[in-house]
């Protein structure tokens, strides 16, 4: 009698245990730091609980290595069920088939109604909703209401014209720039966006395949930059600054304008009163124009996976306007639901100038065709390299904008040969 009390015994922690786990979910994250891991497993510890026969996996992929180590499990079969996906990737595992088309779970979804028409708009630059994007990484001015006060400016500039007279007037404080230039690592998004921003469009193509950065108005964009640095408006050696530097170069009260993404808020603001900056959209250009650069990551689900309806519920837990305003006050994204600009920790003068963005039809944001096989040696090597020698004077605008646009010509034309 004892051994079969033990036997039944043993069999029910068996079910037991076998019910406690009854499916299993491998979320891989990419973009990973302490925090944010520690926000996502709370957020996932909230999914756990109100679905208790499951269980999830959070794997952390570092940066640096995200990309090769991602594409290395799904070669190999170890395939997760939920992927955090930046925009870079999207096209490479959407267009080989990889991913849930999202369409009609959005659809189906109360809280896919608050999306706002900017994140749909992301979720789909694969064709299909193959992704629900969890904040958007968008370009707007920064600018040091002190330093304009001193400048005699009474208002942040509102166009190309008045960045470059608000620079200038700055720049003739002792010790003090206009704007912080990112000469070094990581500056494409300025000269495209100032080059898109005088030509009045942020097509990168004519119909014809041709690359438009070197039409006449892209040229004038990019002397714009070129001015601002020659004429002294931003610091000497910001022609090798990169994203910590420019940060640190407004918020010490050296430049100021800067433009970035939401994340640098998070440094700025810990070192700067709130009544001292504020955050205002690029300025337009002689079109009524402005093109900030979007960049954004969201949440994807590989078709791969044996449980798509729990990972449905995972991502769409995840997405929750609720979630999604407390992963984007950690994080420093811009959030994805109407009416999160009403949140108190939004609805303030260092938000302002991204929600005006997004919902402004002066501002239409650049995505960067991120599709062309070589676009990331251009950013790194080609645009970087020639940037470089034309703000130190060793090349003209129309030089460098010739050698980019026959470039990018030559990919794209790679690119529409390889569809």
Not at 185 to 205: L, S, V
Not at 348 to 357: A, L, M
Not at 397 to 410: K, P, R
Request: one cysteine or more; hydrophobic letters at 40%.
């Amino acid at each position: 009698m004892k051994k079969l009390f033990l036997g039944l015994s043993a069999t029910a922690m068996l079910i037991a245990g076998s019910a406690l786990a009854d499916t299993k979910l491998k979320l891989v994250e990419v973009i990973t730091s302490p925090e944010r891991t520690e926000t996502l497993k709370s957020m996932v510890a909230g999914y756990e609980k109100a679905n208790p026969g499951v269980e999830v996996e959070i794997v952390s992929l570092p940066w640096g290595q995200a990309f090769e180590k991602l594409a290395t499990m799904v070669a190999g079969g170890d395939i997760p069920d939920v992927v955090e996906m930046p925009d870079t990737w999207a096209a490479l595992y959407a267009n080989s088939g990889k991913l849930v088309d999202l369409e009609s779970r959005i659809a189906g979804w109360d809280n896919g109604k608050t999306l706002t028409d900017k994140t749909m708009a992301m979720a789909r630059q694969t064709g299909k909703a193959r992704m629900i994007p969890y904040g958007f990484y968008l370009r707007a001015m920064f600018y040091n209401k002190k330093l304009l006060a001193e400048a005699g400016i009474d208002t942040p500039p509102a166009t190309m014209a008045d960045f470059m007279t608000a620079s200038e007037a700055v720049s003739k404080l002792d010790g003090k720039f206009g704007y912080c230039l990112r000469g070094g690592p990581g500056g494409t998004n300025g000269w495209i966006m100032m080059a898109a921003a005088m030509n009045g469009t942020n097509e990168f193509f004519t119909k014809e395949g041709v690359s438009r950065i070197n039409e006449p108005g892209s040229v004038e964009g990019i002397q714009f930059l070129i001015d601002l640095y020659q004429k002294g408006y931003a610091p000497k050696d910001s022609v090798s600054w990169g994203f910590n530097e420019i940060v640190a170069g407004f918020y010490s009260g050296t430049c100021a304008f800067l433009d970035q993404d939401p994340d640098a808020l998070i440094a700025v603001a810990e070192r700067m009163d709130a009544a001292d900056f504020a955050v205002a959209p690029m300025p337009v250009g002689p079109a009524g124009k402005a093109f900030p650069t979007i960049g954004y990551v969201g949440w994807s689900i590989f078709n791969t996976t044996e449980h798509e309806e729990e990972a449905w519920g995972l991502l769409s837990h995840l997405s929750t306007p609720d979630n999604n305003k407390v992963w984007s006050k950690r994080v420093g994204v811009i959030p994805i639901h109407k009416g999160a600009d009403q949140d108190p920790y939004f609805k303030t003068e260092q938000f302002k100038g991204w929600f005006e963005e997004l919902n402004g039809d002066q501002y239409v944001p650049t995505v960067m065709p991120t599709y062309l096989e070589k676009w990331g040696f251009f950013t790194s090597t080609v645009l970087l390299e020639g940037a470089q020698q034309a703000l130190l004077g060793e090349r003209t605008a129309q030089n460098l904008a010739d050698e980019w646009a026959e470039y990018l010509t030559n990919e794209y034309a790679a690119y529409k040969d390889s569809q």
